[in-house]
């Protein structure tokens, strides 16, 4: 579960916030990337990264959310129905764990990232949860610092592509389109429905839209960034003890609100006391320089040790190894 929402006129920047929804702890840390690093496989895509990033990661094996010095963004969510298909050897592969990753590392815009999924016709390649053993079932969105958005989900083996600034919200289940003609059942979207309350997701997708459409004009950075967070809380799912009809409901364990035009990244635990953000332009992200980890599970992240500004807090490390086998 999850969702996501773009504010694409927040006093002259554009904003995205997400919600990261699940039934278990994934461990997630904060990533510095630099420009320069070779990712890929044997049987896969390889590359060398483009642009630097920053990312916050699940297991330290997946980025799962995360912006580059481009403005480029990327959010990873669940969907039920995805389906990667076969492997076909013809066509390129892309593992899993690093499909946002690579849109991250080689493209600018959004625009240019459609083009290259359409043109490549690439091929999602699953790689297993590590805590289930089972390949996660996702979908992605991307933005960018113009305002412009794309919803990418693969149905029956193939990339299905909803691409336009007026693409501003994504949840879950069931898949994009059939959540366009739902919205259309709502108040002030073309139908007589009350604006609806449950967690369910074309419930979340109806509010997302509503609430990100109704925020005042900003007169600061920080009063923007409180406007984006305030949509995903209205959006988020409470702790709760699961229902036995639904024993892998989620609840929203972190959030983010990324600045594209300013590129500012704004991280939120909901186990953790205090909001953490990162600066793009204050870390080093030129090729040959170090990547950067923010320990967000240690003792000093829940003894509230970081807060605000920790752009110069990452520790030096190796490059994220992402996992890439099945």
């Not at 929402?5 to 461990?27: K, P, Q, T």
């Not at 080689?106 to 999924?117: I, L, Q, R, S, Y």
Request: charged share 25%; glycine share 8%; proline share 6%.
């Amino acid at each position: 579960m999850c969702t996501r929402a773009v504010w694409a006129d927040a006093a002259g920047s554009v904003l995205v916030g997400r919600n990261m929804d699940f039934h278990e702890d994934l461990m997630t840390n904060l990533w510095s990337l630099p420009r320069g690093i070779e990712r890929g496989d044997e049987g896969s895509l390889t590359w060398t990264a483009k642009y630097g990033s920053v990312v916050a990661a699940c297991f330290d094996m997946m980025s799962a959310d995360g912006i580059n010095e481009a403005g480029l963004a990327g959010h990873i969510l669940w969907l039920a129905e995805a389906d990667y298909g076969t492997r076909d050897e013809s066509r390129p592969g892309l593992p899993l764990s690093l499909w946002m990753q690579y849109f991250l590392d080689n493209f600018e815009t959004v625009a240019d990232a459609v083009a290259w999924v359409e043109e490549s016709k690439v091929q999602l390649i699953p790689v297993n949860n590590p805590s289930d053993g089972q390949p996660p079932a996702l979908h992605l969105a991307l933005d960018d610092a113009s305002g412009d958005s794309a919803i990418i989900e693969y149905v029956d083996g193939e990339a299905k592509v909803w691409h336009s600034p007026d693409y501003k919200v994504m949840t879950n289940s069931p898949t994009f389109d059939q959540q366009l003609e739902l919205i259309r059942d709502v108040e002030g979207f073309g139908g007589d429905k009350p604006l609806p309350g449950t967690n369910d997701a074309p419930d979340r997708f109806a509010r997302a839209s509503y609430y990100v459409d109704s925020l005042p004009e900003p007169k600061s950075q920080v009063e923007a960034i409180a406007g984006m967070f305030s949509v995903m809380r209205n959006a988020a799912q409470p702790f709760r003890v699961p229902d036995p009809d639904k024993p892998f409901a989620s609840q929203t364990i972190w959030q983010t609100v990324t600045d594209l035009t300013r590129k500012r990244y704004v991280f939120e635990s909901t186990t953790r006391p205090n909001i953490v953000w990162v600066d793009l332009d204050a870390l080093d992200l030129s090729e040959g320089a170090s990547s950067g980890r923010l320990d967000l599970v240690g003792d000093k992240a829940l003894e509230g040790g970081l807060a605000g500004n920790v752009s110069s807090r990452f520790e030096p490390t190796e490059p994220l190894k992402f996992l890439t086998k099945v």
